[in-house]
């Protein structure tokens, strides 16, 4: 009897140790985001002043109308053109919560256990479900989701490599590497840092899942009027500042590599633009500064270049995808907009989940989800087996 309990328990332990530990590097707005207060002035007698550290990303009640005007202040970045760097607002101090966890990638909103909020729920509890455990073979690297590459703030692609590293050295596995949306940016940046020797030895494979890789054609409506994120009773002007702000919205600009310079972009009744025009455009929109960080960025974080390791790229099509904008009132940007719609996932083009096609990586294999959206895909019964699958989990 004995016996047979060991010889289980040897096989069991031996099927553990083969399964491979699971990095992920989620979106932009994928992670959890706290603050803490100590504000000289705010722009309504409700905003609060001073506050503790809480969570200024997700709260759903801070998006609601009236209080989001105290969230975007609070929440959008300071830009010093003198300098060329970005801070947060002043009386703002922010922390990225759960880093090597996953506790501020599973539930966005940790009051709200449905919906977008569930953002990687179904995925870490799938892996849960074969043993895997949160914070130290299932874990995430969350990050300031307001900066790009170009800033690499708070050094996020040396801790991630020494993340993955410290992952291998405790499993003595190699790490299954898993992204979503603009972690597919980052996780191309950061893989093309790293020296070929690095990712034979620490990665055993790369799943970008819905990949924003080449940038998404409506950050230019985001820039120009807004983007509202279908918030009931916000409206596009509201949020608009804030998210000029970000200077990651400037590494989701729609990408020179997929969009040439004969596709308009937007057209306005006295000009049109299109990728070769955005220092214009911005210039344009009247948003100067957005030049100045565009023309900073655009020779260093918009590369292509082939991954270099087992890749394999899963997303939604067949979803409605802004491809350009009309804009219908000379000098508005605010109304008269009309949209014209291609294939993608609903939120990034086709083309720029499609990248390694285009770009044809060696060893990159892509499958589309026809029906799923930029984020149901996370929660799809196939994409979540072969994740195990993946992982010999
Ligand atoms: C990260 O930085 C530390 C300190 O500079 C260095 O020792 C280490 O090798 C770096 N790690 C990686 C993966 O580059």
Known sequence: MNGIFIIMASIVSLAVAQQSPVLIIPGTGGNRLEARLDKSEVPHFYCSKKADWYDLWLDVKQLLPGAIDCWCENIKLLYDAETSTFSNNKGVETRVPC??????????????????????????????????????????????????????????????????????????????????????????????????AWKDKYIEAWVPVAPAYGGTANEMKLFASGNNEGIPGVSGKTVREEQRSYESNFWLLPSLYLWD?????????????????FADFFVDIGFPDGKQIYEAMKNEVYGLEDPGLPTFVRYGVGQETPASYEY??????????????????????????????????????????????????????DLIAELLELANA
């Not at 849960?128 to 050094?155: C, L, Q």
């Not at 979503?180 to 893989?191: A, D, V």
């Not at 310079?261 to 025009?277: A, G």
């Open 99 to 196: 880093y090597g966890d996953v506790c501020g990638i599973e539930y966005l909103d940790p009051s709200l256990k449905i919906g977008d909020s569930a953002y990687f729920h179904d995925i870490i509890q799938a892996f849960a479900d074969k043993g895997y455990v949160r914070g130290e073979n299932i874990v995430s690297a969350p990050y300031d989701f307001r900066y790009s590459a170009h800033s690499n703030k708070d050094d996020y692609v040396n801790a991630t490599m020494t993340l993955a590293e410290d992952l291998y050295e405790k499993t003595g596995q190699k790490v299954l590497w898993v992204s979503h949306s603009m972690g597919g940016l980052w996780s191309h940046y950061i893989l093309s840092k790293a020296d070929q």
């Open 328 to 381: 219908t009132k000379a000098g508005d940007w605010d109304n008269g907009l009309k949209q014209t719609n291609e294939d993608g996932d609903g939120t990034v083009n086709r083309r720029s989940l499609e990248a390694g096609l285009a770009m044809k990586w060696e060893n990159a294999d892509h499958k589309a989800f026809d029906g799923e959206d930029h984020t149901s895909v996370l929660k799809n019964k």
């Open 261 to 277: 310079e004969n596709e308009v972009l937007v057209t306005t009744p006295s000009r049109s633009y299109t990728s070769k025009d």
